[in-house]
């Protein structure tokens, strides 16, 4: 990427989260933020230190007054993240102090920055392609170490090196197409057909092989929806409260306690689990209650995991036998995960169900084992070691999908002899798709959308 800097009107933020700590980080960056920030800067002359330097000083308000003590650093264009002159102004981290010091910057004429500018500007300057503009919001929003990996893997390019070889791919094919459309009045076919027809079908392969991390990816990224479902009184709270460790759900004796669905996230050896404990399934005259039940059904239709949970010191009747068969039915490729609960009480009983594990959630037995297995489920065939590059986006795996489309059709047409007319098209497409994914092909919602999802000062 050797876009030509454009340095924009300056704009200032908050980059680090807002509250009391030891330090807060003032973002400024455009044209002339280095001597519009001198301005307010009493110690060194700003403007004439080299870049990546770091300074002390005082900044003043307009009345001459000193705000704050603070450490001014500066990043001379190119050589920025923005890729514009920007200064990065670290002072006392109180909410009132931050606050003061951003608005005295903002009184010098520079804008309060919008959501994603400062990455915004970082992609339309060419220091990241779209898709590692994308991981920086992913990174920020990582709620597991695996997110992280995911988002740091896209950051580096890793995904952006997968797409522009891609386009190469399709590239070399225009061009042995284009070759005959140039030379069709000397009736010329294409140098290779063979050649060609490999080329693409190898294309088709690696793309689909990229596709099928999706899955795994939406998983690493936005969590596990976990779903505990069962009878009432089967335990489905405690067990929530003991994988996160805290009390997030009541828990009594008295059935139909939980009368909405509880969400609480928690993490397993770097991985995200969305748990969702629900209403005990019954029949209700409790209005209320039957809301509940309602509701846990659309909770398990929407579930990546489902946890049955079947209370061991009471009797299995038949409705039960039916009603577990019955959701195993329906989670269809869901993973579906029957545990006995309460093992500590199990009643005595010839069971004539194999369960996946029996715990007592109360007194910590087997929970261990529990946790692993959860994991071990959630990722079953799916693709995924800790070097896998991931495609966590739907934005991506839409564009790869329509890309794998059109270099099919391409095949297709390859195949019925058609004129390199038809092939031109299909090729083309599956090119303008694969730009949108690095921003080589933008239009202007698309990256409203994207850059609204990121924090300001970002």
């Known amino acids: 990427m050797n876009k030509k800097i454009s340095e924009k009107t300056p704009i200032a933020a908050i980059a680090t989260p807002v509250g009391e700590g030891g330090i807060a980080v003032i973002r400024v960056s455009g044209k002339d933020a280095i001597a519009l920030v001198n301005k307010a800067f009493k110690g060194k002359d700003l403007t ?3 870049s990546h330097t770091v300074h002390f000083g005082k900044i003043m308000n307009s ?9 001014v650093t500066l990043f001379h264009s190119p050589k920025s993240y923005t890729g514009e002159e920007t200064v990065e102004i670290s002072c006392h981290g109180g909410v009132l102090v931050t606050q003061s010091v951003l608005e005295t910057i903002l009184a010098l004429g520079v804008k309060s920055a919008e959501p994603g500018e ?6 339309l300057n060419g220091k990241l392609d779209l898709d590692q503009a994308e991981a920086v919001a992913d990174l920020i929003h990582a709620k597991s170490s695996k997110a992280v990996d995911a988002a740091h893997q896209q950051l580096e390019g890793r995904l952006g090196e997968h797409i522009k070889s891609f386009r190469q791919q399709i590239i070399d094919a225009t061009a042995m197409v284009e070759l005959e459309l ?8 294409f140098a290779n057909k063979e050649q060609l027809q490999k080329l693409l079908e190898e294309l088709d392969a690696e793309i689909t092989e990229l596709l099928e991390t999706y899955e795994t990816g939406r998983l690493v990224k936005d969590g596990v929806k976990t779903v505990l479902i069962g009878r009432p009184n089967a335990g489905k709270s405690t067990l929530l409260n003991t994988l996160v460790g805290s009390d997030r759900a009541i828990v009594t004796e008295i059935a139909g306690t939980t009368r909405d669905t509880i969400d609480a996230d928690w993490s397993y050896d770097g991985l995200l689990f969305k748990l969702i404990d629900t209403a005990g399934l019954r029949e209700t005259e409790d209005v209320v209650e039957a809301e509940g039940v309602k509701r846990s059904q659309k909770a398990f239709e929407q579930a990546d995991l489902v946890i049955y949970l079947k209370d061991l010191s009471q009797p299995f009747s038949e409705t039960e036998r039916k009603e577990i ?36 959630a109360l007194e910590g037995e087997r929970i261990k084992e529990l946790k692993q297995l959860l994991k071990d489920r959630a990722l079953e065939n799916k693709h995924y070691d800790a070097s896998s590059l991931l495609v966590t986006s739907t934005r991506h795996r839409d564009a790869l999908q329509k890309t794998k489309d059109h270099v099919q059709s391409a095949l297709r047409a390859l195949d019925l002899g058609m004129t390199g007319n038809f092939l031109s098209i ?25 850059f609204s999802r990121f924090c300001i000062g970002k």
């Open 118 to 123: 400062f990455t915004q500007r970082a992609f």
């Open 426 to 450: 299909d090729l083309r497409a599956a090119l303008k798709e694969l730009g949108t994914i690095t921003g080589e092909i933008t239009n202007e919602d698309v990256l409203d959308s994207i």
């Open 48 to 50: 004439k230190p080299d």
């Open 182 to 189: 140039d030379f069709i009045e000397e009736d010329v076919e």
């Open 325 to 360: 068969a019955d959701f195993q039915s329906r989670a269809k490729d869901t993973p579906f995960i029957l545990i006995g609960t309460k093992a500590d009480i199990e009643a005595e009983q010839e069971w004539r169900t194999e369960f996946d594990l029996k715990i007592s």
């Open 63 to 71: 009345k001459g007054l000193p705000v704050d003590e603070v450490l």
